[in-house]
């Protein structure tokens, strides 16, 4: 068993991470001194400990087209038929929707009830379920209503993925890939135990020194802001591990355009993307008119700017007034799926 801190001072917590972390979730109640618990759950009852007070079992589905306000207003109200307060805790078990979702109903419940994260797939494992972040989608893009709540504590029992389907362990590979650039190293070739363990060091050392997001901690959106826009584009068909792998191709075809790096250190994007067997290209249909619409809602745009975490002489950091032009001339020459790139 691994233990990954994130410093927060009186917010901070632990990252348990091996087979059977689930198995501590009594210990952690136990110490928060809750008197009961609402499991908010995406899997079967039974892969899901028993905490150890009185607690009742609230079935939610995994999904972006699920993470939504009303789902958490559902939340909220189960938990009041519960008689949950900010005395007790609310415990997810699921993926990267299902933690964000069970998050935000707990930080809005009671302002706030303390929650702890069983995250089920690997994409939950390495991102989801640390840092704090809370959010949904709306229709016109995701997370863009959420809220800052971190977690008592993070239980990645590895045991989990053992029943993952091959979808989800590519899903939750793009997150792992564009770690590559923010500072993690080559994770490649390693167990999946160290990769997990690798890239939550790395995400707790960026939010232990920044909460929320006022300077490093934009990194961790590496590829995120055209892979945000590929699966609102998309109504989720593009899967966010997915989005985020095609984002990092692009942003590595970003930076060469600004002059940033240079031209095998962009072709390194695609390698690394292409060695953890994730696809880089758009689809054959993406519109970069839209693509271009969608990213100008990302949240660390100021004003009607663009604005992109991109690699540099300093290594990976964020940069704002990115020129429209330049962007629309790099969406097209991405490759495209079922194409070669273009000129």
Request: charged letters at 20%; one cysteine or more; a neutral charge.
């Amino acid at each position: 068993m691994s233990r990954v801190d994130v410093h927060l001072g009186e917010r901070s917590y632990a990252v348990h991470v091996g087979p059977g972390a689930r198995k501590l979730l009594p210990d952690v109640v136990a110490a928060l001194g809750a008197r009961r618990a609402a499991v908010v759950t995406a899997r079967p009852p039974e892969t899901v400990p028993d905490p150890g007070v009185p607690s009742t079992v609230v079935r939610v589905r995994d999904g972006e087209r699920h993470k939504t306000l009303a789902t958490v207003e559902d939340l909220c109200r189960r938990f009041t038929a519960f008689g949950i307060t900010r005395h007790d805790v609310v415990v997810s078990c699921g993926g990267g929707t299902t933690t964000d979702t069970a998050g935000l109903a707990a930080a809005l419940h009671h302002r706030g009830v303390p929650v702890i994260h069983l995250p089920t797939t690997l994409l939950a494992q390495v991102d989801a379920s640390v840092g704090g972040k809370t959010a949904v989608n709306l229709p016109e893009g995701k997370n863009l209503v959420g809220a800052y709540w971190q977690p008592a504590a993070v239980l990645c029992d590895t045991t989990y993925l053992e029943t993952l389907p091959a979808e989800e362990w590519t899903n939750g590979y793009g997150e792992i890939a564009r770690c590559h650039f923010i500072g993690a190293g080559d994770l490649r070739g390693l167990g999946v135990h160290e990769q997990v363990t690798a890239s939550l060091r790395l995400k707790a050392s960026i939010v232990s020194a920044d909460e929320r997001d006022t300077g490093r901690r934009h990194v961790l959106n590496y590829g995120h802001t055209l892979g945000h826009a590929l699966e609102a584009a998309t109504g989720f068909a593009v899967r966010h591990g997915i989005g985020v792998a095609v984002g990092t191709v692009f942003a590595g075809r970003l930076a060469l355009a600004l002059g940033r790096i240079t031209a095998e250190r962009a072709e390194e994007h695609a390698r690394v993307v292409r060695d953890y067997g994730l696809p880089g290209a758009l689809p054959q249909d993406a519109d970069a008119t839209l693509l271009t619409t969608l990213m100008r809602r990302d949240k660390k745009a100021a004003g009607d700017g663009l604005a992109f975490v991109l690699d540099g002489p300093r290594g990976a950091e964020l940069v704002p007034g990115v020129p429209e032009d330049v962007v629309l001339r790099t969406l097209d020459g991405m490759p495209r799926q079922g194409g070669p790139a273009r000129p």
